[in-house]
């Protein structure tokens, strides 16, 4: 399957590179950064890789208190 954006070290990623990898997908070829992720996503999908979701950055617990010593 052609994919119109270039991949970032030139050449498509095996799935594992991809799972593994946050970016795919060349940084210089988009004006803003809302393009890059519809365009990372749609790399994905193209390789079946899971798609990252915005909560995957957020902790799922709670943060501890600091050790006051």
């Not at 970016?23 to 990372?40: I, P, T, V």
């Amino acid at each position: 399957m052609d994919f119109k954006y270039r991949w970032k070290n030139g050449n498509q990623p095996t799935q594992d590179e991809a799972a593994r990898s946050d970016y795919l997908l060349d940084k210089g070829q988009f004006n803003n950064e809302h393009d890059r992720k519809m365009a990372e996503a749609d790399a994905r999908r193209v390789l079946g890789v899971p798609i990252p979701i915005p909560d995957d950055e957020v902790p799922v617990l709670p943060q501890a208190a600091p050790m006051i010593s």
